[in-house]
């Protein structure tokens, strides 16, 4: 493989590198996509360093559908990814975890029918990029845990955990279409 496009990966310089992530994440059934994008493979003809690591094109869904938002408490959210694999055969396995807080009907309902659904999920970082987790055939599978916590401590509510393997962390940088509120 012709390496000839990696670039020097400097420090940040004098500019923000805030950790964490925002309050929410996106989320959609793989079933609800016409087309879920990619980014290219790498090429040493490639224009530009990193572009092998963004994902320019939209997503496209099937009418009527869009990415549902999800609340996450700040702070109680982490994305992890960890290399899998053997020598001859590495990948990704990638782990979020984030608090949704509550005993609504709409949030249950959610929780109790997302963990048998492989989806796409987008997760905006402190900065306000999308990290994608999730992709076609190797969706993210969400695994939440309800915790009803004590009258004098605790917090009440899902520890929503998501799963996934890719062969890379992406940015997503095209459109975002939401689902219609009915």
């Known amino acids: 493989m012709d390496l000839a496009k990696l670039k020097n990966l400097d420090g940040p310089a004098g500019e923000d590198n805030t950790p964490g992530l925002l309050g929410y994440v996106l989320f959609a059934p793989e079933a609800w996509f016409t087309t879920i994008a990619k980014a290219p493979k790498y090429s040493a003809a490639q224009a530009t360093a990193g572009t092998s690591a963004i994902i320019a094109t939209d997503h496209v869904f099937k009418d009527g559908y869009g990415f549902l938002k999800l609340y996450i408490t ?102 975002i279409d939401y689902k219609p509120v009915a």
Request: proline share 5%.
């Open 74 to 175: 700040v702070d109680s959210n982490q994305l992890k990814a960890d290399i899998v694999g053997e020598r001859d055969g590495r990948g990704l396995k990638i782990n979020f975890e984030g608090f949704h807080p509550g005993n609504k009907p709409e949030s249950l309902e959610f929780l109790n029918l997302v963990k048998n659904i492989g989806g796409i999920m987008l997760v905006p970082d402190a900065d306000g990029e999308y990290i994608q987790v999730g992709a076609e055939g190797l969706p993210v599978e969400l695994l939440p845990s309800y915790d009803s916590g004590k009258l004098n401590s605790g917090r009440r509510g899902t520890m929503v955990k998501g799963e996934a393997y890719s062969t890379g962390l992406k940015l997503y940088r095209g459109n």
